[in-house]
């Protein structure tokens, strides 16, 4: 599929959250002022709890845990606690929706993409009734939460390569004691991140074609 020039790709080996976040707002501004762009970064973190704005503190159970201190990083995004580390790839999207001004659609599109390149993958993965984001056989392997000012939205939503599943243990993820995680490794899938972000960035431009429209 031939690439918008409105299509912006941004990478990054690893960023601190608060790096992450000051990209995005950076971002999220010049599309506020009228630019026409939309953004896909692909990025990792080092270990942080991230509480939402539907959080519970209590949903914190140890900021230690295998040894990592683990730091809690407050963020305005929807959602409750989510757990960002090495080897889970974050697809952010920074884009302005006002033309269709629908954030369900948005929510939808995000896991879509991860559900399209997991199939690539010989996945079977899918949405569940028990909240926001994309299941393989009744656990989460992606979890999603966005923010949106005047139509305007940034987050994303996370993947699970191969991070450490036992960081999870820290928080009730996503506010539900039964939702255990996986990850593309537990499931026996060996794949690069360089390949996934390209498998992603293809898919990006497949769902959310109607708002890279020149």
Known sequence: MPSSTRFSIIEHDLQTYPQAMAEQ???????????????LILTEH??????????AAKD????????????????????????HGPGQLLCYIVAN???????????????????RVLTELGIAACRDKRGIGVWVDGLKI????????????????????N???NHFKGIVPC?????????????????????LGKMIQEQTQKVFASLLQC
């Open 60 to 83: 914190v159970l140890s900021r230690e845990v295998d040894g990592d201190n683990i730091e809690v990083y407050q963020t305005g995004r929807g959602g409750e606690v989510t757990y």
């Open 25 to 39: 707002e950076y971002l999220r501004d010049a599309l506020l002022q009228g630019e026409k762009k939309f953004h």
């Open 97 to 115: 929706l006002s033309q269709e001004q629908d954030l369900h659609l948005h929510i939808w599109r995000l896991e879509e993409v991860i559900i």
């Open 46 to 55: 080092p270990p942080i709890y991230t509480l939402g704005t539907s959080a």
């Open 163 to 165: 991070p450490n599943l």
């Open 175 to 195: 506010g539900m004691v039964d939702a255990p995680v996986i990850s593309l490794e537990k499931l026996g899938v060996q794949v690069s991140r360089a390949e």
């Open 142 to 161: 992606a979890a999603a939460g966005v923010r949106c000012r005047k139509w305007v939205v940034w987050h994303g939503i996370a993947l699970n390569i």
